[in-house]
Structure formats: structure tokens, C-alpha cells
């Protein structure tokens, strides 16, 4: 299997060197990176996105903390007086914390994956947004090629484009009228030219 992508991730680099090749010899190519994680963490619509997140399963999160600090105070208390209860009244309060620990169990795993599903359908939506953002400003700067850093062993920081990238996203934000959240704007980013 390793070696059949390598064979395949050769033969890529092969037609992208001979595509790269076939260019005239006065024309050289204008190859820029972008690094989507740093996109993602540092755009305005990412800060965004991960709010709107927080905001609307804070409330969730709030119940299963208080729900785990009643199992807990449960167990304590039938820790302290399980010897002085007797045979019924512990049976019963052992049920009790079994009950609520399957319960918090259950809410728990809702909870995990109802944030999972809605952080994959979010992801989605920036993911097409900062993909048009890249496309958008390569073409307006003329690049020739733009690679992502999650398939780049070492590119040179004068490659990097993800600055003025998220510069374009940012301005985009504010045009739109959404105030950025909270956060360290990005400096403005100067064209690299290759």
C-alpha cells in the first residue's frame, strides 16, 4: 500500500515537474503555501465559528458538570454513611449512584457526539470559505500554483501566502459588517511575488 503511493506521489511529481518544465523559459512560476490550519485557528470566520460553538453547548456542558458533582457527591455520601445505613437504604442508594452514573454516561456520549457532528458540518462550511479566500487571492496575484503546508516537507517563508490571506478574510469580515471576535488581529500582509 506504501509503496503504491509513493509510486503514485512519484509519478505526481514527475508530470508537476514536467508541466513546470514545459513553461516557457522566460516564464517562472509563481508557487505560493498556505498553512489551513493557521487559517482555521487565526481567521476572523474561524474565531468565529469556534464562539458560536462555545456559546451554544456551554448550556449542555453546564448540566453535565453539575449532574457529574451530584454523582460525586453521591458516592462521598455513601462512602461516609454506607456503615451506618442499613441493608436497604445502601442497596438502594448503590442503585441510585448506578442509575445516575449510566444516565451521566449516556448524556455524556450525546453530548460528545452532538459536538462532533456540528464541528464536522461547521468545518465544511469555513473549509469551501477559505478555499474560495485562496483561490480568490491567487488568482488576483497571479500565482501559478499554491500548495497546502499539510503536503509541503519545507517551504521558505517568502512563499508563505496564509498572511495575506487571512488579511483577505479579515477584510472580508469587516465588510460584512460582523465585528471580529476577541483576539490579536493579523498584521496586514504584503503580496509576495515570486
Known amino acids: 500500500m506504501k509503496r503504491l503511493i509513493r509510486a503514485k506521489l512519484a509519478v505526481w511529481l514527475i508530470a508537476a515537474c514536467g508541466a513546470l518544465a514545459a513553461l516557457p523559459a522566460w516564464a517562472e512560476p509563481k508557487i505560493?503555501?498556505?498553512?489551513?490550519?493557521?487559517?482555521l485557528e487565526e481567521s476572523p470566520q474561524g474565531k468565529a465559528m469556534l464562539d458560536a460553538m462555545r456559546t451554544e453547548f456551554a448550556?449542555?456542558?453546564?448540566?453535565?458538570?453539575?449532574?457529574?458533582?451530584?454523582?460525586?457527591?453521591?458516592?462521598?455520601?455513601?462512602?461516609?454513611?454506607?456503615?451506618?445505613?442499613?441493608?436497604?437504604?445502601?442497596?438502594?442508594?448503590?442503585?441510585?449512584?448506578?442509575?445516575?452514573?449510566?444516565?451521566?454516561?449516556?448524556?455524556?456520549?450525546?453530548?460528545?457526539?452532538?459536538?462532533?457532528?456540528?464541528?464536522?458540518?461547521?468545518?465544511?462550511?469555513?473549509?469551501?470559505?477559505?478555499?474560495?479566500?485562496?483561490?480568490?487571492?491567487?488568482?488576483?496575484?497571479?500565482?501559478?500554483?499554491?500548495?497546502?503546508?499539510?503536503?509541503?516537507?519545507?517551504?521558505?517563508?517568502?512563499?508563505d501566502i496564509t498572511p495575506a490571506v487571512l488579511a483577505g478574510l479579515q477584510a472580508r469580515n469587516a465588510a460584512s459588517g460582523t465585528a471580529p471576535p476577541a483576539g490579536k488581529p493579523a498584521p496586514p500582509a504584503k503580496p509576495q511575488t515570486h
Not at 505560493?32 to 487559517?39: A, F, I, M, T
Not at 445502601?90 to 452532538?114: H, I, N, P, V, Y
Request: proline content about 3%.
Open 32 to 39: 505560493g503555501v498556505v498553512d489551513p490550519q493557521r487559517l
Open 59 to 159: 448550556p449542555r456542558e453546564r448540566t453535565l458538570q453539575a449532574q457529574q458533582q451530584a454523582l460525586k457527591a453521591k458516592q462521598d455520601k455513601l462512602q461516609k454513611d454506607g456503615a451506618t445505613m442499613t441493608d436497604e437504604q445502601r442497596t438502594r442508594a448503590e442503585k441510585e449512584l448506578r442509575d445516575g452514573a449510566r444516565d451521566f454516561e449516556r448524556a455524556r456520549s450525546e453530548f460528545q457526539d452532538d459536538i462532533s457532528a456540528r464541528r464536522n458540518e461547521e468545518m465544511s462550511r469555513l473549509q469551501k470559505t477559505l478555499g474560495e479566500e485562496v483561490r480568490t487571492y491567487a488568482k488576483a496575484q497571479s500565482f501559478d500554483v499554491v500548495l497546502s503546508t499539510e503536503g509541503v516537507v519545507y517551504a521558505g517563508p517568502a512563499f
